[in-house]
């Protein structure tokens, strides 16, 4: 079974970095693409970042240039770096891999940015 676990959420101040893991049962690799999401408070989800198993990565414009997706293949981990947050980045951040035509999703980690 399939499972995708994040950590590493929690509270920074505006300015600040947090990196974010997302841990899978599966070497990453094995997923056709694996993003992540962002869900603000009152907003609907929304895409920020993904990673193909080329390694070829797409940022939305929100993000380009604060955050990098990469991935550990030997660990079986996805990260997402976080810097210069700002406070609209507070949200729930998921991560969701594509595998033989069924996304996965894990549960989420709050990231909350103090101004």
């Known amino acids: 079974q399939v499972q995708l676990v994040e950590s590493g959420g929690g509270l920074v101040q505006t300015g600040g970095s947090l990196r974010l893991s997302c841990a899978a049962s599966?070497?990453?690799?094995?997923?056709?693409?694996i993003h992540w999401y962002v869900q603000p408070p009152g907003h609907q989800r929304e895409w920020v970042a993904g990673?193909?198993?080329?390694?070829?990565?797409n940022y939305a414009s929100s993000v380009r240039g604060r955050f990098t997706i990469s991935r550990d293949d030997a660990k079986y981990i996805l990260y997402l770096q976080m810097d210069s947050l700002r406070p609209e980045d507070t949200a729930v951040y998921s991560c969701?891999?594509?595998?033989?035509?069924?996304?996965?999703w894990g549960r989420g980690a709050q990231v909350t940015v103090s101004s």
């Open positions: 969701c891999g594509l595998m033989y035509g069924t996304n996965y």
């Open positions: 599966v070497v990453i690799s094995k997923f056709e693409r």
């Open positions: 990673i193909g198993r080329a390694g070829t990565t």
